[in-house]
């Protein structure tokens, strides 16, 4: 149980594009959803939190306008980047907590390499 | 944003070896997660410590919650190749909305 499943895996773009990366979870109903980027051979450093039904809560630094969450469901989160460029390629990866994981663990979903060309 | 100090940063070890490693910081923590990462993949939980002073095994992984709440270790025992790896360690402070912070991470290479 406690699946989280992203899509795409890996995705390339044109700059001043914008791409959209899918955060599941499978098996259980995720009351928040986390969005987190990391870059090569560093840690996870947290973007931005989003609760099912409300405004995503970004962290310092982060612009909401660029990196746009929506959180419509218990089992769909999507992270949006709008016109990206070069120096947004990163491994972006989400994690879901339910109603039973509050304020412990989370699970998170396999990443999403994204490269802007 | 904060992060956990993580030590050591790296280590080679030879397979069958003990791996211990730590994380630390300067304010308390209400849980401590240890989740390893492959290339390219997201992290995965390994352990879950929910109370200062427990000690917890996951096979042959043990992980302790610091008595201070400041701190918490990782141990491996006889290690194998598929302990490759990044480790972090991930925490919950008080008040701060369920948010995770993480640690710095510690690169495990395991040789035969």
């Known amino acids: 149980g406690a699946v989280v499943s992203q899509h795409p895996s890996w995705v390339i773009c044109k700059s001043g594009t914008s791409v959209k990366i899918e955060c599941r979870s499978l098996d259980f109903q995720a009351t928040t959803m986390f969005w987190y980027r990391q870059f090569p051979k560093q840690s996870l450093m947290l973007m931005a939190t989003s609760n099912e039904g409300s405004k995503a809560t970004y962290e310092q630094g982060v612009e909401k306008d660029k990196f746009l969450i929506n959180h419509a469901s218990l089992t769909l989160s999507t992270l949006t980047v709008t016109s990206a460029h070069p120096e947004d390629s990163s491994f972006y990866i989400c994690?879901?907590?339910?109603?039973?994981?509050?304020?412990?663990?989370?699970?998170f979903g396999q990443g999403t390499r994204l490269t802007v060309v | 944003g904060q992060q956990l100090n993580q030590s050591p940063q790296s280590m080679f070890i030879q397979e069958g070896e003990d791996v211990s490693m730590n994380c630390t910081s300067s304010s308390i923590f209400n849980t401590w997660l240890w989740y390893k990462q492959d290339p390219g993949e997201g992290p995965v939980l390994l352990i879950a410590?929910?109370?200062?002073?427990e000690l917890t095994s996951n096979g042959r992984l043990t992980a302790q919650f610091g008595i201070t709440r400041k701190d918490s270790f990782l141990n491996i025992s006889a290690s194998i190749p598929s302990d490759v790896g990044i480790y972090f360690c991930a925490g919950l402070r008080p008040g701060t909305a369920s948010k995770l912070t993480f640690g710095t991470g510690t690169r495990l290479q395991v040789t035969l």
């Open positions: 994690s879901a907590r339910g109603y039973w994981t509050v304020n412990t663990e989370a699970f």
């Open positions: 410590l929910y109370k200062a002073g």
